[in-house]
């Protein structure tokens, strides 16, 4: 195990486990790629010990520097109020499951890929006690699938979070067949804590509620653009200035409480037979996939950038993350709504 100085540290199991106040819990985060980082922060920022763990960490010092630049860029916007250098000594970075041993809670996001994360839960059930929570942070494998090898699996269940996960206020909390309610219950209360608005999907369904929706969207954007009824570029702009301007207000159900409801079933009878049910990944997916874009990333996508622009877009969505943060705080559900 690693501190800050690339030192030996002390072990994780050291560190108290009382209930679901982070002020006294350690936890643990398993997978320290793009959003393993960005939840390690989120977990830091709401004073829990974390505990990093990856099967590689070849320059720990990097990933603290990371998660160390995220708590900066809080504490800039508003969103810590104590000092970014002392919150990241809380955590510890190692290559060994065993640390995760003291803690009440951990949070896996490896790799989207079932075995391995059936193995990375096997193993994180050999390190930790009988009543550590263990939530997955899969984007929309079935988290019965997951629990099918675990010794306990009730207290396994899904925990999906979304990039960047230290800003957004986003968090499904997803049940497995096996999935004791009262484990729901205890990441809920936790969730709070992080500054989640958390949503319970009471039963197990492959996408979860976001996915779905999304994914839908997304097969319905592919089918104009390949149909050629509109380009990339247009389809881009009508979903951004319709949907993208209320949808931080109002789901679905509430937008059409706002607009009026019978215009919706009288256009659903008509148009939903003419959606697109396609069930193949689409060829203008697999072919941009196939030429090597990851987007920004890269500077290759369904755009075309130059290194700069990318950059500008990715600080623009930083910059965008954070205003639109602030502005569904200011809109968030309150009791009695
Ligand atoms: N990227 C997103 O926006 C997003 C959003 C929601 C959910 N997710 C989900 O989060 C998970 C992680 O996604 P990511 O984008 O951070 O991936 P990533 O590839 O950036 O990171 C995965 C990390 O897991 C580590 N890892 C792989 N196998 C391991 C093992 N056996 N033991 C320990 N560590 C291991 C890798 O070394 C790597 O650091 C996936 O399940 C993904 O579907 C991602």
């Known amino acids: ?17 009382s209930g679901t106040n982070p002020k006294s819990t350690a936890a643990g985060v398993v997978g320290l790629g793009l959003m393993g980082k ?3 922060t989120c977990l ?7 505990v990093g763990v990856d099967k590689s960490l070849p320059h720990p010092r990097d990933t603290r520097r990371h998660v160390l630049a995220f708590l900066r860029e809080m504490k800039r916007e508003g969103l810590l109020s104590r000092d970014p250098h002392a919150v990241a000594e809380n955590l510890v970075l190692s290559e060994d499951f065993s640390s995760l041993g003291g803690c009440a809670i951990v949070i896996e996001s490896v790799v989207e890929n079932l075995e391995v994360k059936q193995q990375v839960l096997a193993k994180i059930e050999e390190a930790v006690s009988a009543d550590t929570l263990i939530g997955s942070n899969t984007s929309a494998l079935p988290v019965t699938e997951l629990q099918r090898k675990a010794k306990r699996p009730e207290r396994i269940l899904g925990i999906h979070w979304a990039e960047p996960a230290h800003i957004t206020r986003f968090m499904e909390i ?9 484990s729901a219950a205890r990441v809920s209360e936790l969730a709070r804590r992080w500054k989640k608005e958390p949503t319970l999907v009471r039963r197990d369904v492959r996408g979860f509620i976001t996915n779905r929706i999304m994914y839908a969207m997304l097969r319905e954007a592919f089918h104009l653009v390949e149909a050629g009824y509109a380009t990339v570029a247009d389809v ?12 931080t207000l109002a ?13 919706y079933a009288a256009v659903m009878r008509d148009l ?17 996939v196939a030429s090597g874009a990851r987007g920004v990333s890269n500077a290759q996508g369904f755009y075309r950038y130059t290194p700069a622009q990318a950059r500008r877009w990715e600080k623009q969505f930083l910059k965008f993350t954070y205003e639109i943060r602030a502005l569904a705080y200011k809109y968030r559900e309150r009791p009695g709504d």
């Open 251 to 263: 789901g679905p159900f509430r937008f059409m409480d706002l607009t009026g409801i019978p215009a």
């Open 38 to 40: 960005s939840i390690a």
């Open 174 to 182: 997803i049940c497995g067949d096996q999935t004791d309610p009262a």
């Open 236 to 247: 881009d702009r009508s979903v951004r200035n319709d949907f993208g301007y209320w949808t």
């Open 1 to 17: 195990m690693t501190n800050k100085q690339g030192k030996r540290s002390r072990n994780a199991s050291a560190a108290p486990r």
């Open 44 to 50: 830091l920022a709401a004073g829990h010990r974390v």
């Open 272 to 288: 939903l037979p003419d959606l697109d049910c396609g069930k193949e990944v689409p060829k203008l997916m697999r072919d941009v």
